[in-house]
């Protein structure tokens, strides 16, 4: 679970069929006191949500706005109100609303399917070539 030194008391953790998945430290990132970079491992297309707790020492002088943003866009921006911070379940994103038909629908969080392979840059094939004509 990420947790950031200058919000104590605020965790933050990546859910897939309730069970917290497990992050790893990325050593290479580089050190920027504004974020915390973790990875995990995840199954492509499993549906996932993004708990939030806060507990002491978290200040609770005034209500908190919790941001999320995927892939560059909010998916949401709740006010918590500081008399329920604390809430022992914590809070989740677990999806987002959109337009369908006539109404709303919440569509859940999922991970995208991932391609890994070999992929040749212009640069090794352009490399390549001029080894062809040596």
């Known amino acids: ?11 933050v953790s990546i859910e897939v069929a309730g069970q917290e998945l497990v992050e790893y430290n990325d050593e290479e990132a ?3 006191s504004n974020t915390i970079v973790r990875y995990i491992e995840v199954r492509s297309g499993a549906e ?18 919790v941001s999320c943003k995927m892939d560059g866009t909010s998916v949401g921006r709740p006010l918590i109100s500081r008399k329920g ?3 022992a379940t914590g809070y989740t ?4 609303r959109a337009k369908e038909g006539p109404g709303w629908v919440q569509r859940a969080f ?6 890994i392979g070999m992929h040749k840059t212009r640069l090794l094939i352009l490399v ?6 040596v």
């Open 30 to 32: 580089p050190a920027d």
């Open 1 to 11: 679970m990420a947790i950031h030194p200058d919000y104590p008391g605020l965790t």
């Open 128 to 133: 390549e070539r001029m080894l062809m004509l």
């Open 93 to 96: 994103f677990s999806g987002v």
């Open 85 to 87: 911070l604390f809430r």
């Open 48 to 65: 996932f949500v993004v708990r939030y707790t806060f507990a002491q020492p978290f200040p609770t002088k005034k209500d908190v706005r």
């Open 110 to 115: 999922r991970f995208s399917d991932m391609n």
